[in-house]
């Protein structure tokens, strides 16, 4: 590992300062520094802003949530009223990696944790997220667990967190603190579509410091969805989150009930949370039956350009679209 400068920021103006070139940010650490090990992060300065003042969660006048960027993913997934208001999202996080990291990482960490592409990972092999320009071996090799969505000639990789994929469809936004100030960034626009700069995953300038993010409220049930490899320790081969309320009877065979409003999105098929907007506009308004969920299904995944071998993702996301929504029916009117 290279030698690096570590310092403890106090507060975000310090962290600002501090961030000079070639800084990066520590959260937890549960990602940064394995990156490290592997040679794939070479920062020459550490900034912890893992205790900054963002450790609370606020809970506002109109049920908006203000989660500060340095809570953990153990104690935003424990909080009584996250769970209470905003099932999902305890749910995602609660599917991710284990308790011990979920104990150590960050709000911020988790939403700029990096893709787990294993080419991305080895130094030894070429890689135009990590070294640009070099190419993309993902694409003609190994890539099953990669991108059907939204991908790129220069990149293919996706995006690991669990909870962003809450975050996307729970229509949060992310309070930045830039050296040109502080803004807020809707959530579809904090990460980013691959295209020609594959090393760029969010559309964060440089030094910018993530402070929080705020959730409104979510009036409506909702369930968080993972498929993958083995039961615990695993990231998504996909992924969805669910919000849906219907209005009208419905019948004894489940049947009946329009669909009032609805959010969704999906994990583990692109380079960033995918949020599902084309399958919401089938939805709305639409009676909420199987056909109807399959059809809004398919209108999202109409797009989807699969690879050599992650074919099978497509019908994947389809039927967990489907059967969430129909699970979530049962309880939404
Ligand atoms: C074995 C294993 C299994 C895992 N499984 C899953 C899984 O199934 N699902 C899942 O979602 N995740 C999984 N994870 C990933 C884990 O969730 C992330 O490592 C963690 O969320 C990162 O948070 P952190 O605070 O430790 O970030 P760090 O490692 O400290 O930082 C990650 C990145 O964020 C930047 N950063 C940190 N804080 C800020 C900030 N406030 N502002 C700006 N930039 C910042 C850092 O510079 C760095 O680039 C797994 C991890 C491991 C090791
Ligand atoms: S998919 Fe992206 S991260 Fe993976 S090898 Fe290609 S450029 Fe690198």
Known sequence: MRPFVYERAADAAGALEMHQDGALYLGGGTNLVDLMRLGVEEPTRLVDVSRLPFGEIEVLGDGTLVIGAAVSNSDLAADRTVRETHPLLAQAILTGASGQIRNRATVGGNLLQRTRCSYFQDTSKPC???DPGTGCPAREGEHHNLAILGHSPA???THPSD???ALAALDASVRVQGREGERTVPFEEFHRLPGNEPERDSNLRDGDLVTAVEVPPLPMPSRYRKVRERASFAFALVSVAAAIRTVGATVPDGEGGVVRDVRLALGGVAHKPWRCRR??????????????FMRAAEAELEAAAPLRDNGYKVPLARNLIVRTLMELREVAS
């Open 279 to 292: 399958a919401e506009d089938v939805l709305r308004g639409a009676p909420a039956t199987e056909e109807t």
């Open 128 to 130: 135009n997220k990590r």
């Open 163 to 165: 909870m962003a994929v």
């Open 155 to 157: 990149c293919v990789a």
